[in-house]
């Protein structure tokens, strides 16, 4: 059966903590190294409800989570406020049954209906699972940058991919303020 994708709600909140507790403890996925609590997860959380952008879990026939995905704002600046960066993680006993590209998929639509222009995904370069993933549905790779990051003792080197969301539409007028 296809996995449900819905928006997440704050009582998934605890099931998300723990993938993300997950990727941080075991994989490059995320480069830090100490886990975070409920606390953070819910300021995230509530960061994504005020942008108006969505935070998507997969769920099982129980409504149980099985993955996420979500996007924030890349980069601080007005210039940016067209370009999103997203991230999505699958439960590590879930891995391997397309929970992952179901997810980005809907994230990509999301993107698009919140008026976005481009999706940025930052990829430690030696996760292969992840790369091929977003080479799939449609995402090119436009930067690599050795030996940015370190974690369990080595270096780590971060490849940028990313996908135009509306190809050829022109940019907003310029602001004459
Ligand atoms: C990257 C990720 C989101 C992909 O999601 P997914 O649901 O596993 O995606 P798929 O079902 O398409 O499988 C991905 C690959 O893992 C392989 N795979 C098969 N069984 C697997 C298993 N038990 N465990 C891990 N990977 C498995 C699949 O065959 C596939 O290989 P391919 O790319 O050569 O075809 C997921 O692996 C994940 O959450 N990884 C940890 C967090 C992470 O890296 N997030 C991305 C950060 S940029």
């Keep these: ?16 903590l723990a993938i993300y507790n997950d990727a941080v403890c075991h994989t490059t996925a995320i480069w830090n190294d100490s886990p975070v609590d409920l606390a953070n997860r819910q300021a995230w959380f509530d960061a994504r409800a005020q942008q108006g952008y969505p935070v998507l879990v997969a769920v099982d026939s129980d409504d149980g989570v099985l993955g996420y995905a979500a996007f924030g704002d890349w980069r601080p600046f007005e ?8 991230s999505v993680y699958v439960r590590s006993e879930q891995r391997g049954q397309g929970l992952g590209p179901a997810l980005l998929r809907e994230l990509i639509e999301r993107a698009r209906a919140c008026g976005k222009h481009v999706m940025v995904a930052a990829i430690e370069s030696g996760n292969g699972a ?7 549905l449609g995402f090119i790779t436009t930067g690599q940058m050795p030996q940015v990051g370190c974690k369990f003792g080595r270096w ?17 007028a310029a602001d004459t303020r």
Excluded at 79 to 86: A, C, I, P
Excluded at 162 to 172: F, K, N, S
């Design 156 to 172: 780590l080197d971060l490849t940028f991919m990313q996908l135009i969301l509306d190809p050829g539409t022109e940019p907003p």
């Design 79 to 86: 210039g940016f406020r067209h370009s999103v960066e997203h």
């Design 1 to 16: 059966m296809p996995p449900t994708i819905r928006d997440a709600r704050a009582d998934d909140l605890p099931a998300i």
């Design 130 to 136: 992840s790369i091929r993933l977003h080479e799939r």
